[in-house]
Nanobody, 119 residues
Framework: VQLQASGGGLVQPGGSLRLSCAAS???????MGWYRQAPGKQRDLVAA???????TYADSVKGRFTISSENAENTVYLQMNSLKPEDTAVYYC???????????????WGQGTQVTVSS
């Protein structure tokens, strides 16, 4: 399974960015999500969406970030609005799914994309 993330960059406070992550080689997906890790801190969940469309958000991004998915394309997006300097981190996409009809779901991670919010 390969996850390819894109869309990070440098943006001023109050600006917007859209991250995307596409998976290949995966048979079925249970959950797609985004995590972030700032220097010296642990990796935390930002947002997740289940195969049924249920969305979960960290309190710090509620009302500013929106997660969405294109299930037919095995792609997840993260629209980030009203960005703040504290949103600066490496963002990782995460898929929980199977590579075959049988077997347990596993975690798969993208390579990470840097988001920097600074004036």
């Amino acid at each position: 399974v390969q996850l390819q993330a894109s869309g990070g960059g440098l943006v001023q406070p109050g600006g917007s960015l859209r991250l995307s992550c596409a998976a290949s080689g995966i048979f079925s997906i249970n959950v797609m999500g985004w995590y972030r890790q700032a220097p010296g801190k642990q990796r935390d969940l930002v947002a997740a969406i289940s195969s049924g469309g249920r969305e979960t958000y960290a309190d710090s991004v509620k009302g500013r970030f929106t997660i969405s998915s294109e299930n037919a394309e095995n792609t997840v997006y993260l629209q980030m609005n009203s960005l703040k300097p504290e949103d600066t981190a490496v963002y990782y996409c995460n898929f929980v799914g199977r590579t075959a009809v049988v077997g347990l779901p596993r975690n798969y991670w993208g390579q990470g994309t840097q988001v920097t919010v600074s004036s």
